[in-house]
């Protein structure tokens, strides 16, 4: 009975050689040779080496990733979708191999004198047990390893996807608790300006009492009082956002001594492992960029899906064949001479399909070449995306020196215009304008302190920043 069950699978594996795939090419990236502003620098040390610990180095940040990579709850559906698309390739590729079941049945018939061909009353017994396997296909054409081979690109796929949601909750964290800093900065700036602004309002009403101080000068003073105490409920509000968009990233409670206080000092900028990091050339991003090599591997599936099309044209071979034992009474269903067998091989040859098949290649096709185009697409999204950060990257830090000396120049600007109105050479109105030049001179230092960090945070999103905790060359 063992040699009879492996006869066809030896056949199967003889005949299954031929596939009907298309050889996969990868197309050419339809971007530059290099970066705008690329100084041809070595890639060796890319930030998807690096480990996110490595880029992250404030305790207090690296602690609200760790909490988000554990609870954040689109990276666990990602996970998931990992061991989903894991069982439905282990589901896939078991069509290539025979289902052999065994099963038992026993029957029993009364038929009645009057159809009996003896004249009596007959009862009848069967029993049989039997291994073998149904509808085996004969991959002939490789029809079911182009099945296969899609299936497992698109495993593959989500592995990649999984990877570049991880890349990019790490960003949005760190980008949330950056903004969140900033905006804890805005309200302290804007606490400040209101208690100063209390002040100066306090010594114009004073004086306008003495009769020193007129009443439009007063209700001048006023609107910086009341502008400044617009802001500090503004910023309030948005602080109270920002920790809501946090915890929502985080996907749990994050704790009071791990929330910001203020921005990191620049030296942090500098010191960041990106900013002496040179971007390397677009074949590396392909290699490296999980997004794009979630495209490629969707490519590939849709490539494999197309031999399958392709199969369906030509004739198809099933194999159904059974062994075991057969006999009218249960006792002797093992006994010598009830051996019984059945091998029922089946051939289907398409010859008039209304033209459903070649439909079905046109769909595959078709289907492959708008994977081709997303592809080509994600290369110069990502390309893009690296551009705009290598272009912030480099005028940001100028952009940074600039603003600083103009709160520098603004704020000298206020105290020779409050003097000027000490002595009555102007009015009041000079003050507030200079007032209102300062804060904003301020507010603007911040977003441009907030632009630099974030860039950095892009600059290790865009160029696939690396997913696992530690360096490549620490791990080793």
């Known amino acids: 009975m063992s040699r009879f069950l492996l006869t066809p699978l030896a056949l199967a594996a003889l005949l299954s050689g031929c596939s009907l795939m298309p050889t996969y090419q990868q197309p050419a990236a339809p971007v530059p040779a290099a970066f705008a502003g690329d100084t041809g620098g070595s890639t060796s040390s890319a930030v998807a080496d690096l480990g996110w610990r490595d880029v992250f180095t404030d305790p207090a940040l690296r602690r609200v990733i760790e909490l988000s990579l554990a609870n954040n709850r689109d990276l666990r559906v990602a996970v998931l979708n990992i061991e989903k698309a894991r069982a439905q390739y282990g589901v896939q590729n078991a069509t290539l191999f025979p289902a ?21 009353a007959a009862v009848s017994h069967q029993y049989s047990a039997t291994l073998g396997f149904s509808a085996y296909e004969l991959d002939l054409f490789g029809r079911v390893r182009s099945l296969n081979a899609q299936a497992l690109e698109q495993f593959l796929a989500t592995a990649d996807a999984r990877r570049s949601s991880q890349i990019s909750l790490i960003a949005e964290v760190a980008t949330s ?3 969140l800093a900033a905006d804890q900065d805005r309200l302290k700036l804007a606490r400040s300006t209101l208690a100063s602004q209390n002040d100066s309002y306090r010594l114009n009403q004073r004086s306008y009492e003495l009769g020193v101080a007129s009443a439009l000068t007063l209700r001048q003073a006023q609107t910086s009082v009341d502008s400044a105490r617009v802001d500090v409920e503004r910023y309030t509000a948005q602080v109270a956002q920002d920790r809501n968009a946090l915890v929502l990233l985080v996907g749990a409670d994050v704790p009071a001594e791990l929330l910001p206080q203020t921005l990191p000092d620049a030296s942090r900028a500098t010191s960041s492992p990106l900013t002496s990091i040179a971007p390397g050339l677009p074949s590396d991003l392909l290699q ?21 099309a392709r199969a369906a044209f030509y004739p198809s071979i099933s194999l159904t064949a059974s062994a075991g034992s057969s006999s009218s009474s249960l006792s002797g269903l093992f006994k010598g001479g009830s051996g019984s067998w059945s091998f029922v091989p089946q051939i ?15 769909i ?20 893009q995306e690296v551009s705009d950060a290598l272009a912030q990257r480099s005028t940001l830090g100028r952009q940074l020196e600039a603003q600083q000396s103009l709160v520098d120049a603004t704020a000298d600007s206020l105290q020779l215009s409050d003097a000027r109105f000490k002595r009555g050479v102007d009015s009041y109105l000079g003050v507030l304008d200079a007032q209102r030049s300062l804060y904003t001179a301020q507010q603007n230092l911040i977003g441009t302190q907030l632009s ?24 080793s």
Do not use: H, M
């Open 348 to 362: 289907s040859l398409p010859i008039f399909d209304a033209g459903a098949n070649q439909a079905n290649l046109d």
């Open 177 to 179: 608790y950056l903004t």
């Open 100 to 120: 052999v079941n065994a099963s038992g049945s026993g029957s029993g018939s009364r038929t009645p004198a009057d159809l009996s061909s003896t004249g009596k």
């Open 452 to 475: 630099r960090l974030t860039n950095l945070v892009t600059f290790y999103k865009v160029l696939g920043g690396g997913w696992q905790a530690e360096s490549a060359t620490k791990a």
């Open 364 to 383: 595959a096709t078709v289907s492959r070449d708008i994977n081709v185009a997303q592809y080509e697409k994600a290369i110069q999204t990502a390309f």
């Open 288 to 308: 490296r960029r999980p997004d794009i090599l979630q495209a490629e591997r969707t490519l590939k599936a849709a490539n494999a899906n197309i031999g399958a």
